[in-house]
């Protein structure tokens, strides 16, 4: 009974503890990862380069995650066999990680800078030049029409936006579709922009809102699994040390 309260004994149960915490960091990457791809990321695709930042981080919160949990099986094994190599060898992964998750929070935070300054005149010139209409089978416009329709807004700055664009050119409609509050109505003929008609606003601030609750969610998940992590990643390295 006396091994129970030796200093090796409570290291190892420390080190059991944390490496629970660290896998469960992991988890929570991979949730973020998923929650940041597949939901409202999806509509800010319309951005461009200006939002494919968060998507690169959310796929690289994918990897760290399921690196992460994997690494948790590792040095479960490596402490229950007491393998100095295999422990030695998580610690140095965990380091990496740590190091990647906090660039990675200070790149999202950086590059949503850019989306806010440079994205909105990129995207109102790319939108008059490139989109095609509500049908059309263009993902470009595919997209758009997504976007409008799912946030109740026209066009980037607001619904003047298709005025003398390649979209009214082609089809002598002064706005999309999408624009109207219901597809269905006799006014919504592409000429009457009432305000009971179609959404007026434009979606930029909605899409720079939505970026910004995405980059907030990377950034603070990749600091808040950071933190997690450490105490796990020193405990590794506590207990590569007593094995030696």
Not at 63 to 89: D, N
Request: aromatic content about 10%; glycine content about 8%; some cysteine.
């Amino acid at each position: 009974m006396a091994e129970t309260h030796t200093p090796y004994y409570s290291l190892k149960k420390m080190f059991s503890f944390f490496n629970s915490v660290t896998a469960l960091s992991g988890m929570i990457l991979i949730g973020l990862s998923i929650y940041v791809n597949f939901r409202g990321a999806v509509l800010t695709k319309v951005l461009g380069l200006s939002s494919a930042y968060l998507f690169h981080i959310g796929y690289l919160c994918l990897v760290m995650g399921s690196v992460t949990v994997l690494l948790g099986f590792a040095r479960r094994q490596g402490a229950a066999k007491e393998s100095r190599g295999t422990l030695l060898s998580c610690f140095l992964v965990m380091v990496i990680i740590l190091i990647v998750e906090i660039t990675a929070a200070t790149v999202v935070f950086a590059f949503f800078q850019i989306v806010r300054e440079v994205a909105l005149e990129h995207n109102f010139v790319t939108l008059r030049k490139n989109y095609r209409g509500y049908e059309e089978p263009d993902d470009y416009s595919m997209r758009w029409n997504l976007v409008m329709e799912e946030l109740k807004c026209c066009g980037v700055k607001n619904y003047t936006d298709f005025s003398g664009s390649s979209f009214e050119r082609a089809t002598g409609h002064t706005y999309p579709r999408s624009c109207c509050k219901s597809l269905g109505t006799m006014d919504c003929d592409g000429r009457n922009v009432s305000a009971d008609v179609i959404h007026q606003e434009g979606c930029f601030p909605k899409l720079l809102k939505i970026t910004k609750t995405q980059s907030t969610n990377l950034s603070e998940g990749c600091l808040g699994a950071a933190v997690m992590q450490l105490p796990g990643t020193l405990a590794t390295l506590l207990l590569v040390i007593k094995l030696g």
